[in-house]
């Protein structure tokens, strides 16, 4: 047997590949999931604490700002850890999929207020004032002009950072979510080949490299315009 | 065009260059003797940057040939590194490295390509600054300069390369009025000492008072040459009497 | 619930190996970040080369490691390569699934930042006689940290974070001697405290962060 082949038998056993692909597709099901539900939960939080924010009182402000900075310092692994090991000793046991799902929304919570706080802050204050002018109120003016002006600011460095999020769904593995990567590595160890590893990459690059591709696309769509 | 007398330090024959289906260059030739002063003028878009940025290779020509001090510019076996330390280059933008000092934007191609050593590079570099008016501005950043100062900066990086011709990108089109007389007073000065100069500007009165020669470009081509005299009070060409007379009512 | 989240005994006990945790996770850092950097330098210069033949793998190969999850990465060096005779231990394996991963972060942060200065400096040099990787050294890419200093931070944030996986392959970093210890005890004041060590030691660096964003911000209007 050549080379070539003893690293096709290794790396992309038939196989292999033909017994446990349902279980890699049934972990890629779950991170979709998981990646929807951390990305609906966590951009909808953001967003919340950044409008909460612009009413501008002071306690609440700082209160916010602390644990943006608090989400923004931790390692996304050690608040799954964190969950997942420590909420049992008060009695409550989430599982690894609702652990894994509260800690990447709280850290793309903070993430976003940020991201949508600087898009706010970056509307020039004549918006403001033409709007108050107008009669508008502050929610009116916040909702109908000056959100709508930040959210274009926001969308290139928010869809970047989602993505780096997101793909932190491989994380819950850690905490035993049958996931793709938790999937794959079982499977690895059952059968003895790494075949399943590389369906599992695969897997991956199916979700993940379009929206790679879109964020690059988007990226460069918004910086002509600026 | 009636070639200068003496052997020519910078000989461009038959240059073009194309931009994708844009035709910038049309077969332009171009001699310049040494310390003589040719400037050249013409509307925008008619080549003649292109032509400049072409006698030191920043803009690679499509076709023909470029000489300068003897070393044939476009032939791949010549250190273009090395050549370009002959030629200097004074931009519209000044383009001075917001970085370094103004001493270190002197001196940073003495160290980097003459291989100077700091001390010998530094010496060199404060007798450039000296000789733009600049000695006591050695330590300032760019950003605490005027226009007209980062512009006299940028040509003493030229010079202190001791280069033997020197090439004059429009380099007071992005200074203030009050700014433009400094520089051009270095450039005569320049002028004074001997050195080579291809100037393109829209300077009239300093063409006038320090040119050798005129040529007039148009649409890629050179329309017109002649001493300064002769193209600004009597052009021969219609192109080139309706462009100066252009320029004059401005 | 102090008794529990922050056991003082249990604290006092499982400090020393904390702390050895805190140290490797400073010499991880202090490993990877260069490496990450040196490889996103590399990207980043071979991305001024404006061939289509390079620019296309590079962009696929930035893409690539841009859509996989470091710790897909990390396990398919860990526990897939093994399979083909090649074994290079968790340390090994952290090492190069960084260089890879984080690289390609720093090579597009620092490709924006030698995008944002203008070509008329690359041609002041090349002007001078400086050749391309001189200009490229001296001129643009001081400039260009410069101009992308708040990104090159924010991903050094990251990548610090990011250290915490190399437990997952038994490193012994802050996160996994913080779970030795929680398993030892039973109890989570380990992991608690690990979380608050690496709070107060990168908090800093986010309100830092957080100023010079809006710094750069306020300068744009």
Redesign the interface.
Known sequence: MGNWDR?VE??FNAKVMAKYWPDILSGLFVTIELAALIVVTGLIAGLALALLRSLGIRPLNWLI?FVV??F????????I??IY??LP??DLVPSGFVSTWISLALVLMAFAE?IFW?GI??V?RGQWEAARSTGLSFGQTLLGVVLPQALRITIPPLTNRT??IT?????G??VAVSE??GQA?SA?SNSY??SP??L??AA??VL??P???LG?WIETRFAWKR | MTPPAATPIVRATAIHKHFGALHVLKGVDLEVAERELVFVIGPSGSGKSTLLRCL?R?EEPSSGSVVVDGIDLLDPRTDI?????R???V?Q?F?????MTALGNVT??LR???GRGRAEADAIGQAALARVGLADRAGHMPAQLSGGQQQRV?IA??IA?EPRVMLFDEPTSALDPELVGSVLQVMRELRESGMTMVVVSHEMGFARAAADRVLFMDEGMIVEAGPPAQIFAAPAQERTRAFISQIKHH | ?IE??LNAAILKAAWPILLAGLGNTLALSLLVVPLGLAGGVVLALLSTVRVQWVRWPLMAWV??F???????LL??LY???P??GLEMGGFGCVAVAFFLNTGAYYGEVLRAGIESV?A??I?????????RL?ALA??VL??AV?NVMPDLLSNT??VV?????A??VALPEL?FQ??QA?SLTY??TP??A??VI??L???P???L??RL??RA?AG??
């Not at chain 1, 793909?167 to 994380?171: D, F, H, N, R």
């Open positions: 690293f290794t790396f700002v900075d608090l923004r310092a931790l390692p996304p692994l050690v608040i850890v964190l090991f420590g000793s008060v940020e600087a802050t970056a020039p993505i780096a793909k932190g769904t491989a994380l593995s850690v793709i990567l590595s690895v080949n790494p590893l590389t599992g990459a991956y690059l993940f490299l929206v790679v591709v690059r | 030191n920043l590194n090395h050549a370009r330390q030629i200097g280059m931009f933008s383009n001075l490295y917001p970085h940073l191609a980097k390509v003459a940028a990086r030229a390369l | 619930m529990t989240f893409d690539f841009r859509a996989f999850p470091p710790l897909v396990i398919f526990a897939g390569l399979f083909a203008p008329g400096q041609e002041a040099a090349r002007s001078t006689g400086l050749s001189q001296h001129v001081p400039q410069r944030l990251e974070k990011l250290t915490s996986l437990s997952v996160l913080a779970r929680q109890n989570p992991i608690v690990a979380a690496y709070f030691l990168l908090w660096v986010v309100r962060l957080s964003e809006n911000l744009r209007r």
